[in-house]
């Protein structure tokens, strides 16, 4: 076999196509390409090729050890029988459909990959594919396929006296102008920079908690929204460092206080009609929208175990904050798990969606979309029936009410959603087993480091991990 054939795993024509990209990218002064994908327990992992090395990346990937499956954010690692010892190897094949010269990091270039084992077949593991597969499920058993965007919490910081602190990197109150004012040539930077990549940024605020921001991209195929999510970080981390600030992503940076959110927003369309809206169910859903809201809704306590995975997590999942804790519905009700946004009249075919509010950013992004997307469709698949909405705080409720209503509180540990989890066959099924022990064994072992922890001590812990 030449040095120029692929080995099972490349894509057909990626050799020449890479080949062609690496002298453009070389032209433009790249000089390596970041290869990106986001491990068990949501951390960014990368390995990186020279320019000139791109078309041997395409043809035969780039080794890495299959043990990150089981690392935890601090990097230690844990076991399942199949992963977290130091034998094998996979190859990381990069999309060159998602490649992308950084704009923030000049001289650089980014693309997701996919991770395939050395024989060429598709690593049990891969988030990236398991996404891809459910999609390709939804499609042949239900024609339909999805619109998705992640939302991209953080807070900026500047350098603490201890180095490791949370020292705001912004003044001023929730969304108000003082803030925007205050980091304005860094926001301006960013929105040049994701721009001039492509990325279509739909808004760009200051959040609420201290020194927090928020972008909102615009929707795309499943993994896509996944790449965009990954990338979008890689981004506001590169322009942010190129002003002197400090990011973080996760889910929370103090034990009190709101935290970042990472909301999951999906459409399900068929034959370019959004299920969403134009139906005859309640705020125009259709019976099969209805039925896919349900089933989420049914799945939401086994499913923060995808989508608040960290010990952090659970400093921002609390009642009355807006992180939609409680197994309810409601048209834009921001404190229900499940938001129904039906758009503003005369772009609700295109706009009307759900928002799942439970997610932070410590979650894997591919991961993610693959339970939620695999919840809805089993919902779809039963035609299971979508329960009362909820208006206001559940909170509230009374305990006879909220019975009633089949509203109930999510997890509060993430022990509690590991169990969960290990009850739910859908869930399990959809991720395959190596890939579902890998997230009971991480999501165990975070529970574990953080044994001990007061809140703060938590916040601490994970402050600069994501």
């Known amino acids: 076999m030449s040095e120029s054939d692929p080995v099972p795993g490349g894509r057909p024509g990626d050799v020449e196509r890479a080949t062609a990209l690496s002298g453009e990218l070389t032209g433009q002064g790249v000089h390596g390409v970041v290869l990106a994908y986001v491990d068990t327990a949501g951390i960014a992992r990368v390995k990186t090729v020279p320019t000139a090395k791109l078309a041997a990346a395409a043809a035969w990937g780039v080794g890495m050890s299959p043990v990150f499956d089981t690392f935890l954010a601090d990097d230690s690692i844990v076991t399942t029988d199949v992963l977290g010892s130091p034998d094998g190897d996979l190859r990381l094949y990069p999309d060159l459909d998602r490649l992308t010269a950084l704009a923030a990091q000049p001289g650089w270039a980014w693309a997701p990959v996919d991770r395939i084992t050395q024989e060429g077949a598709p690593h049990p593991a891969c988030g990236r594919t398991v996404l891809r597969r459910t999609m390709s499920k939804a499609a042949a058993r239900h024609g339909i396929t999805f619109r998705a965007a992640v939302e991209i919490e953080w807070i900026v910081a500047r350098e603490g006296t201890d180095g490791d602190a949370f020292v705001p990197g912004a003044s001023g109150p929730a969304y108000?102008?003082?803030?925007?004012?205050?980091?304005?040539?860094?926001?301006?930077?960013?929105?040049?920079?994701?721009?001039?990549?492509?990325?279509?940024?739909?808004?760009?605020?200051?959040?609420?908690?201290?020194?927090?921001?928020?972008?909102?991209?615009?929707?795309?195929?499943?993994?896509?929204?996944?790449?965009?999510?990954?990338?979008?970080?890689?981004?506001?981390?590169?322009?942010?460092?190129?002003?002197?600030?400090?990011?973080?992503?996760?889910?929370?940076?103090?034990?009190?206080?709101?935290?970042?959110?990472?909301?999951?927003?999906?459409?399900?369309?068929?034959?370019?009609?959004?299920?969403?809206?134009?139906?005859?169910?309640?705020?125009?859903?259709t019976a099969e929208a209805e039925s896919f809201v349900a089933g989420v809704l049914g799945h939401l306590p086994a499913l923060t175990a995808m989508t608040a995975p960290s010990p952090a997590s659970r400093l921002r999942l609390r009642p009355s904050q807006w992180a939609g804790v409680f197994t309810a519905w409601g048209r834009e009700t921001r404190e229900a798990a499940l938001r129904i946004v039906t758009g503003t009249t005369g772009v609700r075919d295109r706009a009307a969606n759900l928002e799942v509010k439970p997610v932070d950013l410590a979650a894997n992004p591919y991961l993610a979309l693959a339970s939620v997307i695999a919840a809805g469709l089993d919902g779809l698949s039963a035609s299971a029936p979508l329960p009362a909405e909820t208006t206001g705080d559940p909170s509230g409720l009374g305990a006879d009410e909220a019975a009633a209503r089949g509203v109930r509180r999510l997890p509060v540990t993430l022990t509690e959603s590991v169990e969960a989890f290990r009850a739910d066959g859908v869930l399990r099924e959809a991720l395959g087993g190596v890939l579902a022990d890998a997230v009971i064994a991480v999501r165990l072992g975070e529970a574990r480091s953080a044994e001990g922890l007061d809140d703060d001590g938590v916040a601490a812990a994970y402050r600069w991990k994501y």
């Open 176 to 285: 108000g102008a003082a803030r925007q004012v205050e980091l304005s040539d860094c926001a301006a930077d960013l929105l040049a920079a994701l721009a001039a990549q492509g990325v279509d940024v739909e808004q760009f605020h200051p959040e609420y908690a201290a020194g927090q921001f928020e972008v909102s991209v615009g929707a795309l195929d499943p993994v896509a929204a996944a790449d965009h999510s990954v990338l979008v970080r890689q981004t506001i981390r590169a322009v942010a460092r190129r002003h002197g600030l400090r990011v973080s992503f996760a889910p929370a940076v103090l034990g009190q206080g709101v935290g970042n959110g990472g909301h999951l927003h999906l459409s399900a369309w068929r034959d370019g009609t959004n299920l969403h809206a134009g139906g005859t169910g309640r705020y125009g859903m």
